[in-house]
């Protein structure tokens, strides 16, 4: 079981293992988390797949129409609620599953993903150029795992800088890809498990094989498919 006190220390821990590709929505499992290269099976590739979570924020916001003072007061006078109209907005994100723990008193999973899919403050800037600022907003987070189950999900802690985002899937109890012990070194192997532009379905989701590259000048990871 993990504290919450220590979830800092662990999302400082994983910034250090592991590095962001481009698309900041992938996971990344290098080879040596399996310790032999030569040993690879179909097995630990399964594993990998039943650690993935597919993240899916959705957002319900209530836009009102602009009005004075004395429209308002007009409004009230004849009894009329305001103009407003409900927006739709919702985004995905890949993660996996590290480690199992309780929290709240439930039981369940930390997930590493991508921060800027649990950075709420994300959606506001996304309609502030279009001119509108909800008045009520309600954001919501559920995993789906590879077999289509779905669990809630609980945004525990996030790094802005690197991308990363610590959550809890209360409930899930099934594989899990503990952090690499080292940094990944350019031209090692890796396998890449996500799902680009949501591509993920109950059986499916798209596993890629490649190597890391490096950091590029924004210090970011760099890998090849």
Not at 82 to 109: L, P, Q
Not at 119 to 129: E, G, L, M
Not at 178 to 188: C, D, N
Request: charged share 25%; net charge positive; aromatic share 8%.
């Amino acid at each position: 079981m993990v504290r919450i006190t220590q979830l800092i220390s662990i999302v400082l821990l994983l910034t250090a293992a592991f590095s962001c590709n481009s698309a900041h929505t992938q996971n990344t499992i290098s080879f040596p988390l399996i310790n032999d290269l030569q040993q690879i099976s179909s097995n630990d590739l399964q594993n990998v797949r039943k650690s993935f979570l597919q993240i899916e924020k959705s957002a319900k916001m209530k836009i009102c129409k602009p009005e004075t003072k004395k429209q308002k007061k007009q409004r009230k006078k004849k009894k009329k609620p305001r103009e407003c109209k409900t927006v739709d907005m919702g985004s995905y994100a890949s993660s996996f599953a590290i480690m199992k723990t309780i929290y709240n008193e439930k039981k369940g999973s930390l997930v590493i993903t991508a921060a800027h899919v649990c950075d709420s403050s994300a959606i506001i800037k996304a309609v502030k150029p279009l001119g509108k600022v909800p008045d009520e907003i309600k954001i919501e987070f559920v995993g789906t795992d590879i077999d289509g189950q779905s669990y809630k999900i609980s945004i525990l802690d996030m790094d802005i800088e690197n991308d990363i985002c610590l959550v809890f899937a209360e409930g899930f109890d099934k594989s899990i890809i503990p952090p690499a012990k080292h940094r990944l070194q350019p031209g090692e192997q890796v396998w890449n498990v996500a799902s680009p532009v949501a591509e993920f379905h109950k059986g499916m989701v798209p596993v890629f094989q490649g190597y890391y590259s490096g950091i590029d000048e924004n210090g970011k990871g760099a890998f090849t498919v």
